[in-house]
């Protein structure tokens, strides 16, 4: 339940159209390039491009994403492309962009037809194993990282991955390696959004080595980088449940849940832990401050009832 949610929500299996990284740099046909842009630019917009060079076009791209307006970036980064031919650099903009908004698809085309451009680019490499990681496409996925890393030694993605993939390995001790590297980098050091993740990480890493107070420190420095990171607070009280201080596990999980749900979450996992005591009086406080429509603490305190022979 709450252990098995460390990392952001991976995306469900999918069939990625990765073929491989080509040998030979290579141009592709605009048609191809065209198939990376999926919005709805008005024609009148369209038209007013023919004047537009490559650079101007990746300009006004980068001030579109800037602002946040991706489709426009995505639009003006496909002219540019159209415009030169290709080039590595624009195609992994292309294929960040898609891949934050979980078009896995058209993401892996983009950093595909990096790779078939320049096969050593690392942002592409690490883009291509990070779609593949999220794919469950365990072994693939730590070839491309680890590609990437001997490419560029900087990018604190590709460590966080192979420290993820490591953890799923129970290799804990390398994983927290990956971790500490990824934090070392340039990108991740100081206010960076990523910092915060790769803090729960290292401290979910910790947490499965058994090193409970290792875990707590980092926990609480990823809240110090970002308070409203709900994982945080979900393995900050997981560990606090863990070591049996219950008032902590429970300020900790109503910063992201209601009470009924903190005392069952708390249940579950003194459940877990065969503290069935305690987990009983926990599923009671939930179904007592919502007992009409708390299902949950029902069914666990069923299932409780069940393993200690109290009936069903």
Known sequence: MIEKRKYLLLIP???????????????????????????????????????????????????????????????????????????????????????????????????????????????????VGLLLLRDRRYDDARQYLTNALEKDPQRWQSHNGLGMLDDLKGEYAQAVAHYRQALDTPMASGQHPGTALLLNNLGYSLYLSGDWDGALQQFHRALDFNQDFERAWQNLALVYTRKGDYDRALDAFLRVMDKPEAYNNIGFLCMLNKRYEQAENFFRLAIKLSPTYYVKAHDNLDRLNRLTGKGG
């Open 13 to 127: 299996c999918l069939t990625l159209a990765l073929f491989g990284c080509a040998t030979n740099p290579g141009r592709t046909t605009e048609s191809e390039y065209t198939g990376l842009y999926n919005g709805e630019m008005k024609v009148a917009h369209e038209a007013g491009q023919n004047d537009t060079t490559r650079e101007e076009a990746i300009a006004n791209g980068d001030n579109a994403l800037a602002s946040g307006d991706t489709d426009r970036a995505m639009y003006e980064y496909v002219h540019a492309l159209e415009i030169s031919g290709g080039d590595a650099d624009t195609l992994n903009k292309i294929g960040a962009i898609h891949e934050s908004l979980g078009n896995s698809r058209l993401a892996a085309r983009a950093y595909t037809l990096s790779l078939k451009l320049d096969a050593d680019n690392p942002a592409a490499l690490e883009g």
